[in-house]
């Protein structure tokens, strides 16, 4: 009589990827040389699982009830191996391993529920056939626990029950307390270690990974917040190009503005120089025209006199046929008074009327 062989190996996280990869011949083994590649068509699945790592989070989806994250170290599966020595598995032949192998997968899927099995694969293709079946490790109250559910106690009741209400049908008894490794072929203890290490330095794949993660989540934090300044600087630079076409506008306006006020300038001085030259010629005229009048003030005092001069003109007009002297007197007298008329001496000739005497100045609207 043979014995029923239950292994489990608790995987984390980080581990599940290698256990998909192994269960399902994703990869050859180099950790195994009893698995021949050639007879991998002969596995089988009982519960189909291609993705793991997304059927491990749609169940702790729908099973676990506590909303906060699952730890980067936290059992997510429990592996076991189901089998019997070699002779054993060969003594029952093809069809009886194969039921052997669906009552184990009932048992696991009745003891822990069939909505917490992960997966069921058979395989064929090393020295003794076995199943690997994964048992999320959920609580009736939903939660995430291997401790929990896996204690010693648990675990020494599964060797025993599973041997008298599945292994005693097939011939097969319990096995020896604490002597699991001699019921296991040499390269499946060498697969349960590397399994173990696998699991081990999951964890530290996994711990990994998260860091990958956060390195990439905070590249493409730096890459958004880079491009928010390349943004900012085209911004800016668009800014400073239009603040720059601005100003060389106003420089030309200010160059133009101020060629103009300097040509504007330079022909006021112009107009201004003409006036000053004007008005000295002007002043130098008046100052002729007041040395004239003063001259002929005297020349009329001396020689006329102001008093009756109007009568004496008068009654030398009468006597102007008398002889020519007279009438050289007129010619005087008549260029005097055109002399006196001119607009720029008739203002004086009648100041200096007013100031004899003989007649009152003219206001300026009057003239």
Not at 108 to 129: C, I, K, Q, W
Not at 174 to 186: A, D, F, M, N, W
Not at 291 to 301: C, L, P, R, S
């Amino acid at each position: 009589m043979g014995y029923a062989v239950v292994h489990m190996m608790k995987i984390k996280s980080g581990a599940v990827g290698g256990i998909q990869s192994h269960n399902n011949r994703e990869h050859e083994p180099k950790t195994n040389p009893d698995v021949d590649m050639s007879r991998s068509e002969d596995n089988y699945d009982l519960i189909p699982c291609d993705n793991y790592k997304r059927s491990i989070k749609e169940k702790l989806s729908n099973l676990v009830e506590s909303s906060r994250a699952v730890r980067k170290d936290a059992v997510v599966v429990c592996n076991f191996i189901v089998t019997s020595d070699n002779e054993t598995m060969d003594t029952l032949g093809a069809d009886r391993q194969r039921e052997f192998f669906r009552d184990s997968v009932k048992w696991f899927s009745d003891r822990y529920g069939a909505d917490r099995v992960l997966n069921a694969t058979v395989h064929m293709d090393e020295t003794t056939p076995h199943l690997h079946i994964g048992v999320m490790p959920i609580t009736q109250d939903g939660r995430l626990s291997a401790k929990a559910i896996f204690t010693k106690t648990e675990m020494k009741a599964i060797q025993t029950e599973f041997a008298r209400d599945v292994g005693e049908k097939y011939g097969l008894e319990r096995g020896v307390e604490g002597s699991e490794r001699t019921h296991l072929s040499e390269a499946r203890f060498k697969e349960q270690k590397a399994l173990k290490m696998a699991n081990e330095h999951g964890a530290i794949a996994q711990e990994l990974y998260v860091l990958a993660e956060d390195c990439k989540r905070e590249l493409s934090e730096a890459t958004r917040s880079l491009e928010t300044v390349k943004q900012e600087l085209s911004t800016m630079q668009d800014r400073k190009d239009t603040l720059q076409g601005e100003i060389e506008h106003l420089e030309a306006i200010d160059k133009q503005t101020k060629a103009r006020v300097y040509e504007a300038l330079e022909k006021q001085k112009s107009d201004l120089l003409d006036l000053q030259e004007r008005i000295s010629e002007a002043k130098s005229e008046l100052s002729v025209v007041e040395t004239a009048v003063k001259e002929k003030k005297t020349e009329g005092a001396e020689k006329f006199g102001w008093d009756g001069m109007a009568e004496r003109i008068e009654r030398a007009r009468k006597e102007a046929g008398k002889d020519n002297h007279i009438k050289a007197l007129e010619a005087r007298i008549s260029l005097f008074e055109r002399f006196i008329s001119l607009p720029r001496v008739k203002p004086l000739w009648e100041e200096f009327q007013a100031l004899i005497g003989r007649k009152k100045p003219q206001k300026d609207h009057e003239r």
